[in-house]
């Protein structure tokens, strides 16, 4: 059990769709299972997951995965969410489930669901552990996660080797995590296909909610913001006035589900006791190699 100077015994919760899509543009096209599909993101997720098992050696710990990019909530709310993402290619899919198997046969729990995504399953869990006394490591470089950040809980980056907590989500975004929602509906969310309100960037975003705290706070008090010192206070105002409504809207799908049948109970986190013949069958099958076997076999509990 992994326990800070704070005193609160940790959760790693992985943001896995992540990892897999960075293995898959980063490792070359030369990995092959033995029905000869392509299993490079696999070999690249296996690596990136032993590396973070060895050097942290997790008691708790949860994997989350999107099950679909079409399929949330949010593409109900809001059909263009995500539309600019290409759907994944199918030997691309087929890689997902194998990397679900090998991080179910490390003992390791996988949360995922049709209607939320893994940012909601992730939310949901440290919603609820945080009220059971524990705090949470997110392992992830998705900026949406500062906004789960509480007093004691941390984001790691674990390709860059950053970690920060409340403090640094300021640093990084110039609002504090309960603002992070409202400043994303504000300025937009590219990667999400959400256009936030025309004209108003980052900074301006952060400026506003520096002021008036929230957006619903703002949107309340709109006539106070041409006499801000704002360049552009009186066309900012204007914009705000005519997309208020969308702001709102896109605010529901910044902000992380807390209601998502995330983990609800730390026993449900405990790595769970593994089968070698599980995980023996997986490796031939991924044809992994022996270095890589020797790792998983070391992993097993």
């Not at 030369?30 to 392509?38: L, T, V």
């Not at 709109?222 to 709102?248: M, N, S, W, Y």
Request: hydrophobic share 40%.
């Amino acid at each position: 059990m992994n326990t800070p100077a704070s005193g609160l015994p940790a959760v790693h919760l992985i943001d896995g769709s992540l990892y897999v899509f960075r293995a898959w543009h980063s490792m070359p096209d030369e990995f092959f299972d033995a029905d000869g599909h392509p299993v490079n993101a696999v070999h690249g997720y296996t690596r990136f997951l032993c590396e973070l098992l060895e050097r942290t050696q997790p008691e708790h710990i949860a994997v989350a995965f999107d099950a679909s990019l079409t399929s949330s909530f949010r593409n109900a709310i809001y059909p263009p969410y995500k539309a600019n993402r290409e759907l994944p290619p199918p030997d691309l899919e087929r890689q997902f489930v194998q990397c679900r198997a090998v991080t179910e046969a490390l003992g390791i729990h996988v949360m995922i669901d049709h209607s939320f995504e893994a940012d909601d399953l992730i939310g949901s869990t440290v919603w609820h552990l945080r009220a059971q006394g524990w705090r949470s490591v997110i392992v992830s470089a998705d900026k949406d996660f500062g906004q789960l950040l509480g007093e004691h809980d941390e984001q790691w980056d674990y390709a860059r080797s950053q970690r920060w907590g409340p403090a640094g989500v300021h640093e990084k975004l110039g609002v504090h995590p309960q603002q992070v929602a409202d400043y994303l509906a504000l300025c937009g969310d590219a990667v999400d296909n959400i256009p936030g309100v025309p004209g108003v960037g980052a900074k301006t975003a952060a400026a506003l909610l520096s002021h008036f705290g929230s957006l619903d706070n703002l949107l309340d008090r709109i006539d106070e913001v041409p006499f801000l010192r704002l360049r552009g206070a009186a066309t900012c105002a204007a914009k705000l006035r005519e997309h208020a409504e969308q702001a709102r809207l896109y605010r529901r799908l910044t902000r992380i589900a807390l209601d998502a049948p995330g983990a609800s109970a730390t026993d449900m986190l405990l790595r769970r006791r593994s089968e070698p013949g599980t995980l023996d069958a997986l490796c031939e099958q991924l044809r992994f190699g022996a270095f890589t076997r020797s790792r998983l076999r070391a992993l097993l509990r």
